[in-house]
């Protein structure tokens, strides 16, 4: 019995912290697209110079200021065609483009400004010697534009904010995925419970058939 009610306490927990975790995963969610700033167009105002027009105004961005370039490509959900995906991260924040934005040509232009082989993922060349590895280079990018995973355009203010939501964010998910590991655990706990009676029952039944050998010699 008291096994039984430690497992329901326990289901109820975890199932409580599971509705909770979701819960704030959704609030969050609404409250980064209540905070995300939308990119309207994109201009080439010089050579290696563009303006990124944002809800909140205009933004200046150069060549210098590209940290980090992500392509995905994707398909488009009823014609099926093929629609790239690129994330351009930069000292102002980042710009999310897509193949089917009427600014993508000017976006495009940006991107080939400093990456002139179309890779996947391009990382600003920093002065690293020769014997640093791809991947020691991509951990320090990474690191890099931390600091800058918010929409371009977004007030320094809300910065704060932004990260506190994402960092919530995290926590609930790895709140949410504990628990779930939890209400799993029990289930495995109460069918090797179950089967230890069966193995006992079977161990009697030969020592008596034994002892009853030992009685009839």
Do not use: C
Request: glycine content about 6%; cysteine-free.
């Amino acid at each position: 019995m008291f096994i039984k009610g430690n497992m329901i306490d326990r289901e109820r927990v975890a199932g409580a912290t599971i509705l909770i975790s979701l819960s704030i995963i959704l609030m969050t969610m609404l409250g980064i697209l209540f905070l995300d700033v939308k990119v309207s167009n994109i201009e080439l105002v010089d050579r290696g110079l563009y303006t990124i027009i944002t809800d909140n105004g205009p933004i200046n961005v150069s060549e210098e200021d590209i940290l980090r370039i992500e392509r995905t490509y994707t398909k488009a959900a009823i014609t099926g065609a093929s629609v790239e995906l690129d994330k351009i991260f930069t000292t102002k924040g980042f710009i999310y483009i897509s193949s089917l934005d009427p600014f993508y040509k000017a976006g495009n232009q940006l991107i080939n400004s400093v990456d002139f082989e179309g890779k996947p993922v391009w990382i600003h060349s920093n002065n690293t010697g020769s014997d640093v590895t791809l991947e020691q280079r991509q951990k320090a990018n990474l690191k890099l534009v931390k600091p800058f995973s918010y929409a371009i355009g977004t007030s320094s203010n809300l910065t704060i904010v932004i990260f506190s939501v994402l960092s919530l964010q995290y926590f609930a998910l790895s709140m949410g995925g504990f628990a779930l590991l939890v209400l799993i655990f029990p289930l495995r706990l109460r069918t090797g419970i179950s089967d230890q009676p069966f193995k006992r029952q079977d161990l009697e039944f030969p020592l008596e058939e034994d002892q009853r050998d030992a009685v009839a010699k």
